[in-house]
């Protein structure tokens, strides 16, 4: 039996859930549809979920079609959860975009279909909600070819469309010849000369979708089925099967972790290479951690079942992998597995709420964690908060609902804030050295701080002999370089520099007759990791840092009439159109505005549109903060700015 995963993406509200429920049906899984207004989707499981009626976790479920087992994974549509889709792209063998006939392309519709084509994951499009009034059939295929990819080859066309009898007839529409030919030129010539056979038309959309060059356009509609059979006859014949060798050496990567009912990781994965079976050990990890498989999960009619192997192609839930995160290889790196997302931008400070203990929400949120990587946390100890970084305000309610519901916390949140960086503006160096001018540490640290190209990071260097100390010393160095840039002059990440190592030097280890090792006279590892802060912050200070704030790119489709009215309003949020292009009745703005004003663009714009306006946008850089206040962020080291508080705090620490 032929195995594929397909992934079920679209904006949110058009109806993806629904597709997803109508499968289920179609395929004999489920014996009557769910509704996403009642909360009785067989995929959404969370409560927000069936409250607010979108999809925030990724979820699996499995189906048949005659000889081919579909695993669909139904993901979120809406902006904030864009990580959640990411992680779900690297394991699909296709996707159906589903594209609303009423509402048409969305801004999120755009951002899904750029990710797709760049990964080149076979795509077919179904524009669900035909029986709706509104609904469009050439003037939305129009938009499709325009706005997110001109190789789409109409199935079939609609009757009655707008209405609830509406009925989607298969059949090649006539520029299919077109489309295929453009990457053809043998079916090309056979067009020309007037001998191409319908076969053969049919096997080259085939091929071509199969390699990401077309996508079939399919019309529907979820609740009433009309069309859904021509797909599932679509996603039979035109997407590729999963592929993998279940005899060669195991290799999967992990998309998806949550926590079991014991309280145990279980790790949702998909097999590329080998067979996995239980009881057996294996390495995971960037660490190569080695874990012992003590169960194995496998999809089949619309739910799970236990199984004592797992082979090439197919997706699994895996027990016993404690250290296991999302994105980690188990067994052999094999398909390269990579965010195609930018970070969050946004942070907010979580409150707890009457009789919450800092404890059970700190244990909380770092379970959280570890389901979704993106989520930031950074503990102030002295005041005893927790920060958590965004994508969205929408991610605040979802933290919220989830914190109440699995593990029965009441918070709230402060303000949403951007999350700034800091870039060193010069050279700066500063040398300590070992025990002397008050220096406390038996360490001698130098470093040199200097800037680099936006984009590249930072780097660790040496100018001094790598044997010149033990390599622990200088690895203790290069470890605390790296955690005290996590807060700048400012308090905020420093970024893109280079770090050199100018200066080093440390005591042997010594000890007075007759007696054993005494650290008071011999250098440790604690001797440079409680120095190298005052060197750092230093170097920082002499090179001087300028704070950033995230930008984002927006693109903002709006009536030409309205223009006038949403300028001003730009300006006032500090987003600054870089290119207006008017065509006909349409008007293009694209350009860029703060990421802490995003979200108050996205509540104006229907208003100031009639509810026409159309906004995207995405991070694109970090910007100087202008302005006479600099933005600052509360610390949540021992404060290396203030020496005589900084040894304080370090005593106190090691006193304890």
């Not at 979920?49 to 809406?78: C, M, W, Y």
């Not at 469309?161 to 489309?179: K, N, T, Y």
């Not at 802060?533 to 009439?561: K, S």
């Not at 292009?581 to 008007?587: D, E, I, K, L, R």
Request: contains cysteine; negative net charge; glycine residues 10%.
């Amino acid at each position: 039996m032929h195995l594929l995963n397909l992934g079920i993406l679209a904006h949110v509200d058009a109806g993806k859930t629904s597709l997803t429920e109508r499968l289920l049906h179609s395929a004999g899984v489920i014996d009557a549809l769910g509704s996403v207004d009642a909360g009785s989707t067989r995929t959404d499981t969370l409560a927000l979920e069936r409250q607010r009626g979108i999809t925030i976790k990724s979820a699996v479920v499995s189906f048949p079609v005659d000889d081919v087992t579909v695993n669909l994974i139904d993901t979120p549509g809406h902006p904030d959860f864009i990580a959640e889709v990411e992680r779900v792209l690297g394991v699909l063998d296709g996707a159906v975009l589903v594209v609303s006939a009423v509402e048409g392309v969305q801004a999120q519709t755009r951002v899904l279909m750029r990710t797709l084509r760049r990964l080149r994951i076979p795509t077919l499009l179904f524009v669900n909600k035909i029986d709706r009034r509104g609904a469009r059939q050439e003037e939305l295929l129009s938009a499709v070819a325009r706005r997110l990819t001109p190789a789409v080859v109409p199935m079939g066309r609609v009757t009655g469309i707008g209405a609830r009898e509406a009925r989607f007839v298969p059949g090649l529409g006539p520029s299919a010849p077109d489309v295929l030919a453009e990457h053809d030129d043998d079916l090309l010539a056979a067009y020309v000369d007037g001998t191409l056979r319908a076969d053969r038309l049919r096997a080259a959309l085939a091929a071509q979708t199969r390699q990401a060059l077309v996508h079939p356009v399919y019309f529907g509609s979820a609740i009433t089925g009309a069309g859904v059979d021509a797909l599932i006859g679509g996603v039979k014949e035109l997407l590729p099967a999963a592929g993998g060798d279940p005899d060669g050496p195991v290799s999967a990567t992990v998309f998806k972790v949550e926590r079991g009912l014991a309280g145990e990781k279980v790790a949702y994965a998909r097999m590329f290479s080998g067979t996995l079976r239980v009881r057996d050990r294996v390495p995971y990890g960037d660490a190569r951690t080695e874990g012992r498989v003590t169960a194995i999960g496998v999809f089949d009619h619309g739910t799970d079942v236990r199984a004592d192997a797992v082979s090439a192609g197919r997706i699994a839930r895996l027990w016993g992998l404690a250290d296991i995160r999302i994105g980690d290889t188990v067994g052999e790196p094999g398909k390269a597995y990579e965010h195609f997302f930018a970070p969050p931008t946004l942070e907010t400070v979580v409150v707890p709420g009457p009789g919450v203990g800092g404890g059970a929400l700190h244990l909380a949120l770092t379970r959280l964690a570890e389901q979704d990587p993106l989520i930031g946390l950074r503990h102030d100890e002295a005041r005893q908060e927790t920060s958590v970084s965004l994508y969205g305000e929408v991610q605040k309610e979802v933290l919220q609902s989830t914190l109440a519901d699995e593990f029965g916390l009441c918070v709230t949140f402060r303000e949403t804030t951007p999350l700034c960086v800091e870039r060193p503006v010069g050279t700066g160096a500063a040398v300590e050295f070992n025990k002397k001018d008050g220096n406390p540490f038996l360490a001698t640290v130098g470093l040199r701080v200097d800037r680099a190209p936006a984009g590249s990071g930072v780097d660790f260097r040496l100018e001094v002999e790598l044997g010149s100390m033990p390599y622990a010393f200088f690895k203790a160095v290069e470890d605390t370089v790296c955690e005290t840039l996590g807060q700048g002059l400012h308090g905020w990440p420093v970024i893109d520099c280079t770090v050199t190592l100018t200066h080093c030097g440390y005591s042997p280890r010594q000890s007075h007759a007759h007696q054993g090792f005494d650290k008071s006279m011999s250098s440790t590892g604690a001797d440079f990791r409680g120095l190298t802060p005052l060197v750092l912050i230093e170097a920082l200070r002499r090179a001087g840092t300028l704070v950033h704030e995230p930008v984002h790119r927006f693109r903002a489709e709006v009536p030409a009439d309205t223009l006038g009215a949403l300028l001003p309003v730009l300006s006032a949020l500090r987003a600054v159109p870089r290119t207006t292009v008017t065509h006909g009745s349409v008007c293009l703005l694209e350009g860029g505005v703060p990421a802490a004003r995003v979200h108050a663009l996205e509540q104006r714009l229907p208003g100031l549109t009639r509810g026409e306006g159309d906004l995207e946008s995405a991070f694109d850089h970090y910007a100087p903060v202008t302005g006479d206040t600099v933005p600052e962020r509360p610390r949540t080291d021992h404060n290396p700015l203030d020496r005589k508080q900084y040894l304080l705090n370090l005593t106190q620490r090691v006193g304890r």
